[in-house]
């Protein structure tokens, strides 16, 4: 299969072209140097490509997305629209969209009342940022060009990804990566500053677990979008305190109370993941978190 990857650098790309090559496939990557905003671009890239896993995205911390809303929907918005003009024309076989939790309307996330985000809740649509409503949108995108002009098209809502060899820029690194930095960077009995209270709850999916699911969906006749992540919910002080506990040190939690925290309880409904593709995590926060602190100590170490 000749197969195409956009965002092929980005921490999920690289792992997916890895991933891709290892079943035998013929996979090219593009990343930032080939600018998809640009159509001709696109239409190059998609050129005698059979599959197309189309992750380019400008992303980031919830700081991140929280400060840069026209900058997000502006690129973001405009990679989808070439890419799935360039699909069509091109005459791609199937093409692939990472969409987000974040398409999830705030009523179900904006108190500690959990609610398990099952995928028909994305309507009536009210996501709690600019990221989420352009995630939204580019998904109708691509369901309208499934819909009109015969394209495959296969939607993977992804919850809070992580995993070694992501970024470590504290303005774009995801909580995982952020913390596990910040945990060592204290030490024993030292001081990890976390923004808000503490008390916000998040899901997290390791990359492997995630990459089995993509594939799995891509391979199917599921034509509707689906949640790929975790079910198993950790306040961010928990996350803190198993980061830690891994390390074998104690630390003092400070909450910065005037920082950006994000929605108060984000967890998705697995049931279709499971039922129609079989898929299941398998890999514990407790495994997953020992490799992320693995990596971020070798980087620690070349430094």
């Not at 649509?125 to 995108?141: I, M």
């Not at 993509?214 to 002080?237: A, C, Q, V």
């Not at 104690?250 to 309880?265: S, W």
């Amino acid at each position: 299969m000749k197969i195409l990857v956009t965002g092929s650098k980005g921490f999920i790309g690289h792992y997916l072209v890895k991933y891709l090559k290892n079943k035998g496939h013929k996979v090219k990557g593009v990343d930032m140097e080939s600018d998809l905003k640009n159509f001709d671009n696109a239409l190059k890239a998609t050129k005698g490509i059979e599959w197309v896993f189309n992750l380019a995205s400008l992303n980031g911390s919830i700081e991140f997305t929280t400060n840069n809303h026209a900058e997000l929907v502006h690129n973001n918005a405009l990679v989808n629209l070439n890419m799935a003009e360039a699909c069509y024309r091109n005459g791609v076989k199937r093409a692939f969209f990472s969409s987000s939790a974040c398409v999830y309307p705030l009523r179900y996330q904006n108190t500690d009342k959990v609610h398990a985000l099952k995928e028909e809740d994305v309507s009536p649509a009210d996501p709690d940022t600019e990221y989420g409503w352009e995630k939204l949108f580019s998904e109708h995108v691509w369901l309208d060009y499934a819909r009109d002009r015969g394209l495959e098209v296969r939607i993977a809502r992804f919850i809070n990804i992580y995993g070694p060899e992501g970024t470590l820029d504290i303005l774009k690194s995801k909580a995982p990566m952020a913390l596990t930095k910040k945990v060592l960077d204290a030490g024993d009995g030292g001081d990890v500053h976390i923004w808000g209270d503490g008390k916000q709850k998040r899901t997290f999916c390791y990359i492997t677990d995630l990459l089995d699911g993509i594939y799995r969906l891509m391979k199917s006749n599921i034509t509707e979008p689906i949640n790929l992540g975790s079910n198993e919910l950790f306040s961010i002080d928990e996350l803190v305190d198993l980061i830690a506990e891994i390390e074998g040190i104690k630390v003092n939690k400070i909450h910065q109370l005037d920082k950006v925290q994000g929605v108060r309880v984000r967890q998705a409904d697995l049931t279709k993941a499971e039922k129609l593709l079989g898929w299941k995590r398998k890999v514990s926060m407790r495994e997953g978190l020992t490799e992320v602190n693995k990596y971020v100590k070798s980087l620690k170490q070349l430094r």
